[in-house]
């Protein structure tokens, strides 16, 4: 399915070369022995890597993030430094009175910890050297991959599970016995900008496309879901394939998953998973696994069809066959065609989550961004589309400002006074709060505010635009951008640059209103740095409302009228550098009973005290 897509992408003209000259492609083959009794496994593991870059490679890095999780790791150190670490992941060694708080990692015991250790590496049969620094493998080539040659490089491993894991491990909170997330070696990614080896410190990753092939062999009673589709249904049984029970004389059974172009393969298993499997209009099968709450998991099932439908048709085809929700890891996560939910007690933010994770789909995994150069791309943009979903298939009522939750966090995090760089990489931001405020709440307003600036219909095609034109190919915010004029017709780029580049603000005021004779003089004034084209409406006293529109000199465009079945009036343009404007309204002041700015409360302005004017006389 995945390849029939690649290639009507292709045929139409709008393949990876749209924008990526090349992209790296790998082919894994694992074999993995996990020990249930011990949360340790054996691996062996071969990758076939073809560089498609015109670069000769004579390095390749890998992640081994499992070894993160063990005292004095640099995600041990970072936890203990950030002043607002999450208390989940901290332990209070001091008291109640006089708290002193370390990571949770610096207390692990040894049979506690993860790892990951090599026994041999070799490239096409020949020993490759390595040094292990912290999460990173590098590894120096016997030989070098040539540009468009490929390299077959061969691994056998130990690893073990850690009790706390960030969104991964063993035995969580729900009891699910094993969480693999970030668990296997995997090969960093190399672009045009080379390789990204990017320790685990706390979150955000990048990864390049590849087909996995893997075995898993581990107790017979334990039922596994994540990445790929069950190659052995016949063998297996758990409701694969409507097939419930196959029984076996062995000990352990070997679940064997295939996936295509994929940036990732994660897998949970517990003897205790119930397994349902319901089908979206498009034919795409959604899994459900979970143990816990099952009459939410059940209600789940009732909603995320139709949200994977309006995904599809907001943004592009879903290009793989099926999509799991699991209940595992620690909070929540999106994987490869799947993800993994922590709990499930709460039936609206069960949905909540579920709608957010699929929403990920698309910007992690089909346009694959690097979260950790742009976390507010990934992360803002999956909660656009969770929030627009949520009003139009969840709630039921396509409101047409739907991220007012976002734009009450953005403004908290602004009034605090401790805003960081927005461009900072994820793991380098000084607080949480300031990471989560600019990748989720900013994030957010961005997109909000674009859709604000273009409009609705301009905003969808952009999406659209954005699919076919750079589905798999690790495009950025400003490829986004450049989908956007082109589906405006507006100029844009300066808002990207003043909103995710700056730590400035929006800001108007209505400054004055009075009388000019048989009319009305309005004063507004721009206090904040960031210009913005405004919508008002006017309230006269007897007569229909109407709408004004101020477009910036900067967008050399108009958006629609966005306010269906009301007269719009469009201004002059307000030109950047000045402070001030003015325009008259052919009514006398005395018939003006309200002017309001930004009525649907789009602008994310910290000081919009001065947006409404309400006539006293």
């Not at 990876?16 to 082919?27: G, V």
């Not at 080539?141 to 073990?160: N, V």
């Not at 995994?365 to 976390?375: C, K, L, M, R, T």
């Not at 640059?497 to 048989?518: A, L, Q």
Request: charged share 20%; with cysteine; proline share 5%.
């Amino acid at each position: 399915m995945v390849k029939s897509l690649f290639l009507a992408l292709a045929a139409i003209g709008l393949s990876m070369n749209t924008f990526a000259q090349w992209q790296q492609h790998i082919d894994y083959q694992m074999d993995i022995q996990m020990d249930v009794k011990t949360f340790q496994y054996k691996g062996k593991q071969v990758a076939i890597y073809e560089n498609h870059s015109p670069d000769t490679l004579r390095t390749v890095f890998y992640h081994l993030y499992l070894n993160a999780f063990q005292p004095n790791s640099q995600m041990d150190k970072n936890m203990q430094q950030v002043p607002d670490m999450p208390a989940r992941f901290m332990h209070n060694v001091g008291t109640e009175a006089q708290p002193k708080y370390e990571s949770k990692i610096a207390h692990l015991k040894e049979n506690e910890q993860g790892f990951i250790h090599l026994q041999s590496l070799t490239q096409n049969g020949k020993e490759a050297s390595y040094k292990v620094i912290g999460t990173i493998l590098q590894v120096s080539l016997p030989e070098p991959i040539l540009p468009h040659g490929k390299a077959t490089l061969a691994m056998d491993y130990t690893a073990q599970i850690p009790t706390m894991g960030l969104r991964m491990g063993r035995n969580n909170s729900d009891e699910v016995a094993l969480s693999l997330s970030q668990w296997y070696p995997r090969i960093c990614v190399y672009d045009n900008q080379g390789w990204h080896p990017y320790q685990y410190i706390f979150g955000e990753f990048y990864g390049d496309w590849a087909n996995f092939d893997v075995k898993i062999t581990l107790d017979k009673n334990y039922l596994v879901a994540g990445t790929g589709t069950l190659q052995n249904p016949e063998q297996i049984g758990f409701g694969y394939q409507n097939i419930k029970e196959v029984k076996t004389r062995q000990k352990t059974r070997t679940w064997h998953f295939k996936a295509e172009r994929v940036i990732d393969f994660s897998w949970a298993a517990d003897p205790a998973y119930q397994h349902d499997i319901v089908k979206t209009k498009s034919g795409v099968e959604l899994h459900f696994f979970y143990k816990n709450f099952p009459e939410n998991w059940k209600k789940l099932q009732e909603i995320m069809p139709e949200v994977l439908d309006f995904y599809e048709a907001k943004v592009g085809k879903y290009p793989w066959s099926h999509y799991s929700f699991i209940q595992a890891g620690q909070g929540a996560m999106e994987y490869a065609m799947c993800t993994f939910i922590e709990g499930g007690k709460d039936p609206k933010a069960l949905v909540k989550t579920a709608c957010h994770e699929l929403a990920h789909t698309w910007f992690q995994h089909i346009f694959a961004i690097d979260e950790q150069q742009y976390p507010w791309f990934d992360e803002g943009f999956t909660c656009f589309l969770q929030l627009w979903a949520d009003a139009e298939v969840v709630q039921k009522d396509p409101v047409a400002n739907f991220s007012e939750f976002r734009r009450k966090a953005f403004l908290d995090y602004i009034q605090d006074r401790q805003e960081e760089d927005p461009s900072i990489r994820a793991d380098f931001f000084e607080r949480t709060r300031s990471y989560f405020s600019t990748a989720y709440a900013k994030g957010t307003m961005f997109a909000s505010h674009l859709d604000y600036i273009i409009g609705r219909k301009a905003m969808e095609a952009t999406f659209k635009r954005f699919y076919r034109e750079y589905a798999f190919t690790h495009p950025t915010p400003e490829n986004f951008v450049r989908c956007a004029e082109k589906e405006s017709g507006m100029q844009l780029f300066w808002f990207l640059k003043e909103f995710m580049h700056t730590n400035h603000h929006i800001g108007y005021c209505i400054e004055k209103v009075e009388s000019k004779g048989d009319k009305t003089l309005v004063t507004l004034s721009k206090k904040g740095r960031i210009p913005m084209p405004l919508d008002l409406i006017v309230i006269p006293n007897g007569q229909k409302p109407f709408s004004l529109y101020i477009p910036t000199d900067l967008t050399f465009g108009e958006k629609p009228n966005p306010f269906i079945n009301m007269e719009r009036i469009v201004l002059p343009v307000w030109n950047w550098a000045e402070s001030t404007y003015q325009f008259e309204l052919n009514l006398p002041l005395s018939q003006v009973k309200n002017i309001s700015i930004d009525p649907l409360e789009f602008l994310a302005d910290p000081n919009a005290e001065c947006y409404n004017y309400v006539n006293s006389d």
